[in-house]
């Protein structure tokens, strides 16, 4: 007897035999070696037996009257609750045949009557061991394809985070570049198919985001991103896609058609969502988006070709004012294109030094003696003829080609005063003003380089006033204080420009060194718009005098703003009333004549 066949747990044997003593001579001989035996005497109390409760073993004989033994376990077999059950036929026919019928009905084992115990007990425990071992198999199976399954699961999980993380914005969650992409290329795709498909592309950018990031610091910036995320997402139908593609920039795909009819209308619900301010934690803010407009169809073949006409038109709608959309049209890649080849240009006339200075007068408003002169730059285009400052400027700015341009221009207007005083030209007071980039100023040894240009020409320190936009130094009060001092101590004196339309505060004023304020043209052309208060210019001369600045006033074009000017006591003037940019000749004529006005 194995361990399994525990009295507590029996092994249930049922015995099948019309042979009543055949079945007493199993039962008692069984029970003896520990089995629970039942039994029955023909074939359909069997069945009924096994379907009451299924026993581990069946002892079955082959004839039987009304249903022979083969029968019995056909049925068994055919039934999935009984299969499992191991039958031994039991019986006296000896031949081979019957053998082979018994297996081929179904049965495990065959056992010839008259019969051993030995052998009874042998293939009885043979056949539970195997029984037992096909189940534990079967449940290792079971259990191998349940953690193959689990495996699966977590491995498709986690390839499915994977592609998440590859194809989002880790922080608002929405899609990134590289799913854009590959939304805009099904676009693409379809579009292709079928001619006259239009789907919308609105790149959006936010103005003045780094404001937001520099005062309140990134959290507070991020926290500003993911609410915009989530007021864009308000306006989106399911087919749409919205994406952010990295720092302060969304674009929203419209994939229907019908809305493309429709973008005008979708852009201004964009501008609208932006109109009610953001709540970041203790701070409520505004801020606005600029978005380039394309409407893409089967001309276009590339997402990436989408993304930059975008982006041009984002920048047109940037650059007519910002908070406002604008839709892509061929011409502006044509502009576009045109940009990049001034900055070709530009770099071109650095070499072949293209750039000649004008010199606008400074005139003392109380004597009328010209007390100083303003390089103004000019580029001699071969083609193009004279170009403004105000057209290659900016774009000096954003290539970094202002840093050589601007050390250009102080070198030759320090060259060209120095020349003026050894030839007696001018009198030794007459200072040259010269005009200082708010990216210049971030220059790390801007003050190295004007002192070397100083040494270089010999020309007086105090000659030289660097004039600098409100705005360059607001960019970085600090740094421009600490910049300000170092000339102030070289005695080089210092111009703050344009004063007025960099919203600096009157605190940080105090801080900066300044000789002296020019008040921005806008501000002395409203003097007559506003006769009895004169408008802000009258405020500005008394900050200037309080802080101990002298104020010149820009852009004075008629004698009645020199009048009003003169009357409050502004110290200097400058503008097209007394004379425009001229040309060295040209100033040095005016010098000599000594006008009066
Ligand atoms: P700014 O420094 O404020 O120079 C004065 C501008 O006002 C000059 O324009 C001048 O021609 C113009 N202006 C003077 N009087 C009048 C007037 O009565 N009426 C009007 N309508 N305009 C007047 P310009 O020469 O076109 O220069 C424009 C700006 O370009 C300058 O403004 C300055 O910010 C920048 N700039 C010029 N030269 C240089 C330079 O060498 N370096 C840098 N960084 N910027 C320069
Ligand atoms: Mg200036
Ligand atoms: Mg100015």
Known sequence: MTEQHSPLSRVDVLVVD?????????????????FYVRKALNGQMALTA????????????????DMDGYMVCQRLKANPKTQEVPVIFLSALGDALDKVKAFQSGGADYITKPFQIEEVLARINHHLALKAATQEIR?????????????????????????????????????????????????????????????????????????INDSLGHESGDQLLIEISQRLQQLLQPSDVLARLGGDEFVILLTDANQVKDINEFSNLVLEIFSEPFFLQTQQVFINVSIGVVICDSKYDKPEHILRDADTAMYHAKASGKAQSCLFERTMHDSALRFLQLENDLRRAIQEQEFVLHYQPIICLKT???????????????????????????????????????????????????????????????????????????????????????AETQLAPHCLKLEITESAIMRNPHLAANILHHFRQQDIQLSMDDFGTGYSSLSYLHSFPMDNLKIDRSFVQSLHEMPSTQGLVPIIVAIAKTMKMKVTAEGIETAEQLAQLRSLNCDFGQGFLFARPLEPEQIIELIAQNPQW
């Open 18 to 34: 019309d042979t009543p003593e055949n079945i007493r001579l199993l039962s008692s001989m069984l029970t003896r070696e520990g």
């Open 50 to 65: 096994v379907d009451t409760l299924l026993p581990d073993l069946i002892l079955l004989d082959i004839m039987m009257p």
């Open 139 to 211: 449940q290792l199976n079971a259990y191998l394809e349940q953690r193959v399954q689990e495996r699966t699961q977590q491995l498709e999980l986690a390839h499915a985070q994977l592609l998440k993380m590859a194809l989002s914005d880790p922080l608002t969650g929405l899609l990134n570049r590289a799913a854009l992409v590959e939304r805009l290329e099904l676009s693409l795709h379809r579009a292709a198919m079928d001619a006259s498909y239009q789907f919308g592309v609105l790149l959006l950018d936010c103005d003045r985001f780094k404001i």
């Open 368 to 454: 009328s003696q010209i007390v100083s002169v303003e390089a103004l730059v000019r580029w001699k285009h071969p083609m193009r003829g004279v170009i403004s400052p105000s057209e290659f400027i900016p774009l000096a700015e954003e290539t970094g080609l202002i840093q050589p341009i601007g050390l250009l221009v102080l070198r030759q207007a320090c060259q060209q005063l120095k020349q003026w005083q050894t030839q007696n030209l001018v009198s030794p007071d007459l200072s040259i003003s010269v005009n200082l980039s708010a990216h210049q100023f971030i220059q790390l040894d801007l003050t190295k380089h004007v002192y070397t240009i100083l």
